[in-house]
């Protein structure tokens, strides 16, 4: 769903564009740190570190990885259990 006129898409893409490079990515740093933020507070407190590790991975990235390969960062956090 898009309820955004085009004006006002233009006006904000400019407004956008007229900060610097590096307060653009300040914001985009502060962005991934809230997401990440977000993420870690829905993650269970009393799992031990190595999965809380494991549920943040699958929540942050999951979806976004092919199965074969997130099934093996699973089995690698798993594996740092004692670290």
Same mark, same amino acid.
């Given at each position: 769903m898009n309820d955004t006129t085009a004006a006002v898409e233009d006006l904000h893409r400019d407004l956008l564009m007229a900060r610097s490079n590096e307060e653009r990515f300040k914001m985009g740093v502060s962005m991934c740190q809230t997401a990440r933020t977000i993420v870690w507070s829905s993650v269970p407190e009393d799992l031990s570190p190595a999965e809380r590790r494991v549920q943040f991975f699958l929540r942050y990235y999951g979806n976004e990885l092919d199965p074969d390969?997130? $099934?093996?960062v699973v089995a690698?956090?798993?594996?740092? $259990?004692?670290?």
């Open positions: 390969f997130r $099934e093996e690698e956090l798993r594996s740092q $259990e004692g670290d």
